[in-house]
């Protein structure tokens, strides 16, 4: 089964850049239809869908995000990157990656990241 485990710091000051990288395992982020996404839930909210990046590096973002989004990776490490621009508390939440297509629907154990100065 896919494993995939969300690393970044828990901590970023409103305006700064939210970076986050997940690595992944017992799996191919090249594999053909193949898709890496990541999802955040705010507290107390629900689950929302931030963007993914397809096998072939091809990018695809929230509407509401796009413009501060940019999902990328390193193929020699396996892992896929999300990064978030201009945070403030709004972006405050649980980031989950998680696998598609190919691989199915699995999810990492996500990481809490939290807006404040």
């Known amino acids: 089964e896919v494993q995939l485990q969300a690393s970044g710091p828990g901590l970023v000051k409103p305006s700064q850049t939210l970076a986050l990288t997940c690595t992944v395992s017992m799996a191919t982020i090249t594999q053909n239809w193949s898709y890496w996404t990541w999802i955040r839930q705010p507290p107390g909210k629900g689950l929302e869908w931030i963007g993914y990046i397809a096998f072939s590096g091809t990018t695809t973002y929230s509407s509401s995000l796009k413009g501060r989004t940019a999902i990328s990776r390193d193929t020699s490490k396996n892992q896929f990157t999300l990064q978030l621009n201009s945070v403030t508390p709004e972006d405050t939440a649980v980031y989950y990656c998680?696998?598609?297509?190919?691989?199915?629907?699995?999810w990492g154990q996500g990481t809490q990241v939290t807006v404040s100065s």
């Open positions: 998680a696998s598609g297509g190919t691989y199915g629907d699995c």
